[in-house]
């Protein structure tokens, strides 16, 4: 009977060999850090590459060439750079996290050297030295220095018990940032060494004194008011109005910060209100109907007395507050005039130029030319654009510096508002994920670290897009993974790749 029964066609079960090879696998394919890196970024990152490549494409690409791709132009190169920046990615991700922080002071340290001696070595390039030939290759070491830096910082501020409440250790962490930026700004590399200031966000996210950044915002009103309306006379009097403006907002400040910082003592808040519109009105009247006269003097003469008088209580009260406030009030005077010193007298003329048509001063068309042209071009491309490799601008070189700094300029011409919009989205998309990935870290090291790529991400963008826009002042940095060059490249990507691995750790067993 048996021989007439169907045959049974079972599956083999597999032996204890199999499942723990199979085991393995899984495990190995789960341990993997290159697996375990955050995906949104990773496809984020590659369409930002591919946007960026097209865009130098139609920003290199000229009416009738047919040979573009070959790797003697800057399509073919950056095609080369692209493909390198994938590579590191790469070989980032098999790394251990843990040697990011172990060799962070080497790496930090060498890259300063490296900064020292750039000026000595390297060519003198439109007015700057910082850029590095080795053969057929030119680097820039200030691209790299910002993963030192930032590397630095997040294993300084990642010590156990350090705050940046502590005014010792806030200097040392704002050292290892302005070291960097004193030694980029000797490399006439102003633009480079201005991305250095975007640490100060990480700053305040970790504890740094709100009032510290607001001294910082201070500052650039006063520099913007100051300057811009510096040539503008105050009707009945011979001051500038950029002055008067700028010592009445200083009085505005000290006396709100007394009433947010001493609110036990209300007194002296209404006490120097009371004194500084007796003081104003009474100088503005005398000035405008008996003899007119500077009156930004009186101004400086009632803030003395305003700083003598909350000297006197910190010395009678012993309250570190008054001090403080003393000591903004002076400083807030002193920088007033040594930003206008500083303009008229250490700036060369290209700079003073440049921010004197920026904040709408004067109407230079050599010093706004670029500006003029990117807008032209942004313009042109309307809503949906002239279409890939098709921009007149950019064909015809009216914009300088379309395929590195003036890049965007190419994507409104081209891909139209549409797809300028698009690449902003981009943009967002990426930084909202890093703010997420940044906070989700379980040391404070890979938190630090993630805001510090966050916030120079974040101080390109706006200042790249902005410049091109002509809402922020030209100061020559790169729009990140659109313009051409290695050395942006693969410092961005270095950045974003090791953030990447190092939160692929976060969860080590």
């Given at each position: 009977m048996a021989n007439y029964l169907p045959l049974l066609r079972l599956k083999p079960t597999p032996s204890n060999t199999d499942i723990s090879v199979m085991a393995n696998k899984r495990d190995s394919i789960q341990l993997n850090p290159a697996f375990r890196a955050d995906g949104w970024v990773l496809l984020i990152?590659?369409?930002?590459?591919?946007?960026?490549?097209?865009?130098?494409?139609?920003?290199?690409?000229?009416?009738?060439?047919?040979?573009?791709?070959?790797?003697?132009?800057?399509?073919?190169?950056?095609?080369?750079?692209?493909?390198?920046?994938?590579?590191?990615?790469?070989?980032?991700?098999?790394?251990?996290?843990?040697?990011?922080?172990?060799?962070?002071?080497?790496?930090?340290?060498?890259?300063?050297?490296?900064?020292?001696?750039?000026?000595f070595i390297a060519h003198d390039i439109k007015g700057s030295r910082?850029?590095?030939?080795?053969?057929?290759?030119?680097?820039?070491?200030?691209?790299?220095?910002?993963?030192?830096?930032?590397?630095?910082?997040?294993?300084?501020?990642?010590?156990?018990?350090?705050?940046?409440?502590?005014?010792?250790?806030?200097?040392?962490?704002?050292?290892?940032?302005?070291?960097?930026?004193?030694?980029?700004?000797?490399?006439?590399?102003?633009?480079?060494?201005?991305?250095?200031?975007s640490f100060f966000l990480m700053f305040y996210r970790e504890g740094m004194?709100?009032?510290?950044?607001?001294?910082?915002?201070?500052?650039?009103?006063?520099?913007?008011?100051?300057?811009?309306?510096?040539?503008?006379?105050?009707?009945?009097?011979?001051a500038s109005l950029g002055e008067v403006l700028v010592m009445a907002l200083i009085w505005i400040f000290t006396i709100g910060m007394l009433r947010i910082y001493c609110p036990k003592q209300p007194e002296h808040a209404r006490r120097?209100?009371?004194?500084?519109?007796?003081?104003?009105?009474?100088?503005?009247?005398?000035s405008l109907w008996i003899v007119p006269f500077d009156i930004s003097w009186a101004q400086m003469a009632g803030g003395v007395v305003m700083t003598g008088y909350l000297g006197l209580q910190w010395l009678g009260q012993?309250?570190?507050?008054?001090?403080?406030?003393?000591?903004?009030?002076?400083?807030?005077?002193?920088?007033?005039?040594?930003?206008?010193?500083?303009?008229?007298?250490?700036?060369?003329?290209?700079?003073?130029?440049?921010?004197?048509?920026?904040?709408?001063?004067?109407?230079?068309?050599?010093?706004?030319?670029?500006?003029?042209?990117?807008?032209?071009?942004?313009?042109?491309?309307?809503?949906?654009?002239?279409?890939?490799?098709?921009g007149t601008q950019t064909k015809l070189d009216y914009v300088p510096e379309q395929d590195t700094d003036f890049i965007f300029c190419t994507v409104g011409e081209e891909e139209g508002f549409l797809g300028a919009s698009a690449v902003l989205l981009l943009f967002l998309a990426l930084i909202w994920r890093l703010i997420y990935l940044a906070e989700r870290q379980t040391s404070r090291f890979g938190r630090v670290f993630g805001y510090c790529v966050l916030s120079i991400l974040l101080f390109h963008i706006f200042i790249n897009i902005g410049m091109v826009l002509g809402i922020a002042p030209v100061i020559g940095i790169p729009l990140p993974f659109f313009s051409y060059g290695g050395s942006s490249l693969w410092g961005f990507t270095l950045l974003l790749f090791i953030f990447l691995r190092i939160d692929a750790g976060r969860k080590r067993r």
């Open positions: 990152f590659l369409i930002l590459l591919a946007f960026g490549w097209l865009s130098v494409c139609g920003a290199s690409h000229s009416f009738g060439d047919v040979d573009f791709l070959t790797f003697d132009t800057r399509p073919g190169k950056q095609l080369v750079w692209i493909c390198c920046s994938l590579g590191l990615g790469a070989v980032i991700l098999m790394f251990d996290d843990r040697y990011f922080d172990m060799l962070a002071d080497l790496f930090y340290w060498s890259m300063m050297l490296v900064l020292l001696i750039t000026p910082s850029w590095i030939s080795l053969g057929p290759v030119s680097l820039q070491p200030a691209e790299f220095a910002k993963c030192a830096t930032s590397l630095m910082v997040a294993k300084l501020i990642g010590q156990y018990g350090f705050t940046l409440n502590e005014r010792r250790k806030f200097l040392q962490a704002a050292g290892i940032v302005l070291l960097p930026f004193v030694l980029i700004i000797l490399q006439k590399e102003t633009g480079s060494a201005l991305v250095y200031l004194p709100g009032s510290i950044l607001f001294c910082g915002v201070a500052a650039v009103a006063y520099f913007v008011i100051g300057i811009g309306q510096g040539d503008v006379a105050l009707p009945g009097t011979l120097l209100l009371l004194w500084g519109i007796i003081l104003h009105v009474v100088a503005y009247a005398v012993r309250i570190r507050t008054f001090l403080l406030i003393t000591a903004f009030s002076l400083g807030s005077m002193g920088f007033l005039y040594a930003s206008d010193y500083a303009l008229n007298n250490v700036m060369k003329d290209y700079q003073r130029t440049r921010i004197r048509v920026l904040l709408g001063i004067e109407e230079d068309r050599d010093a706004s030319y670029n500006v003029i042209q990117s807008k032209i071009a942004i313009g042109s491309g309307g809503l949906q654009g002239k279409g890939f490799m098709n």
